[in-house]
């Protein structure tokens, strides 16, 4: 890596509300107020798709968590209904709203032992991952 | 000030004038007089009968709910979305309401398999340490959901499973009647200010 590569990469690691190379920017990360030893916690937080061509969101992981999965709550008539999303299209300059009663990042399985602030990392299609970390 | 000026200044005054009666208008619209979110049953229901046990793992049956208003939501300790945001916007509903008018917050399980009374314990408190949650045998958590119309049902999802359920925030009266109902989105501000005028509605 030469020098330059090199201060790219501590620059879009130390400025997580930037976009990376990959052209996804992806702003803080919001844990669901639940107790911190909940089994389950809720990610929020907004994907905007700086690049040329759409991005399809694939996964995500985080060192904290045993697994994480994208969800969305829909509620009809009052009832709140919980299902998976397997892949999501970000079309390019669109904004993609983690939010709560919306879609979230289902966190299962914490790890006890973890590190203060969580860093969950959002993966695509192409391969590339950009992370979004708590404030 | 020139006539030209005059004029301006009283077209000005004309548009702004239009412009707070519209905006006026509008906000009579969104904030009728009487609760902003709750729907109000036309006559109070009376809870049924139940034998459940609190967090404490004390019994506890309708006579619990005598004697002071209360807030009542189901929901389960293995959900990451809707129910730690619904506790959270209760906690902060509470803190609205003057103390000595406060109402009991309540979270009913409707996953007693996994919820039990210390695991409630801990969860509730983190929220709000005066709040209490219900649990206790399957068929008595169904009955009380049942006769509240509280839909619930258990999702498989890999290996564990996650609970449809309805998300609704019941206001219980003194008389351990449901007055109101609230469905989400939930706002604090709502929550507690149709509350307060519901309570000096009732006096």
Sequence with gaps: ??????????????????????????????????????????????????????????????????SVEIHRTETVDGVARMREEREIVIAPGATLVFEPFGRHLMLMQPHPSAPGAVAVELCFADGQCVTARER | MTPRQRQFAAAAAAVAALLAGATLALLKQRTPAGPQSATVYNEPRP???????????????????????????????????????TLAVLARAVERVPEDARPEVFLVSVDPERDS??????????????????????????????????AHARIPQGDTYTVDHFSGVFLVDPEARIVAVTTPPHDAAGIASDYLALRRARR
């Design chain 2, 117 to 150: 009374a210390p695991v409630l314990a801990r969860y509730v408190a983190h929220f709000d340490p005066d709040f209490r949650a219900l649990t206790g045998p399957r068929d008595e958590i169904d009955a009380f959901a049942e006769a509240l119309y509280v």
């Design chain 2, 47 to 85: 809870l049924p009968a139940f034998r459940l046990i609190g967090q404490d793992g004390e019994p506890v049956s309708r006579e619990a709910l005598r004697g002071r208003w209360s807030w009542l939501f189901f929901g389960f300790t293995h959900c990451p979305d809707v129910c730690p945001t």
């Design chain 1, 1 to 66: 890596m030469n020098r330059r590569l090199a201060l790219a990469a501590l620059l879009a690691a130390a400025l997580p509300g930037c976009a990376g190379p990959s052209g996804i920017e992806a702003g803080p990360l919001q844990l669901s107020e639940a107790p911190p030893d909940a089994p389950m916690r809720a990610g929020y937080l907004t994907l905007i798709n700086h690049g040329p061509g759409p991005r399809t969101l694939v996964g995500a992981r985080s060192a904290a968590f045993g």
